[in-house]
Nanobody
């Protein structure tokens, strides 16, 4: 089992930056870590993912060049640095983890989510 706890959400203005963190505990060996988000009335969507060795990352097109995923394996923590935020980035952001490998998932483990609200 893997437990995930997100932090760092909040209310910001368009153009601002925010950094989300997600601390993993439990079976943290060789975890692929990802971020997803769900806006009101929409389905949950993939945002970014990073491999256990940090060599591979993936992003959804709408955040490329603005968001950066990184991880500190010594702290079992994954980060999502979000720059140039837009109102359409408003959503609950979820951290996800998998022991299975591929960045595309599936992701059996999920955090509780953290709200990000971007005002115009």
């Amino acid at each position: 089992q893997v437990q995930l706890v997100e932090s760092g959400g909040g209310l910001v203005q368009a153009g601002d930056s925010l950094r989300l963190s997600c601390a993993a505990s439990g079976r943290t060996f060789s975890l692929t870590l990802g971020w997803f988000r769900q806006a009101p009335g929409k389905e949950r969507e993939f945002v970014a993912a990073i491999s256990s060795n940090t060599w591979n990352t993936a992003y959804t097109d709408s955040v490329k060049g603005r968001f950066t995923i990184s991880r500190d394996n010594a702290k079992n923590t994954v980060y999502l640095q979000m720059n140039s935020l837009k109102p359409e980035d408003t959503a609950v952001y979820y951290c996800a983890a998998s022991n299975l490998g591929p960045l595309s998932g599936p992701y059996p483990y999920w955090g509780q989510g953290t709200q990000v609200t971007v005002s115009s």
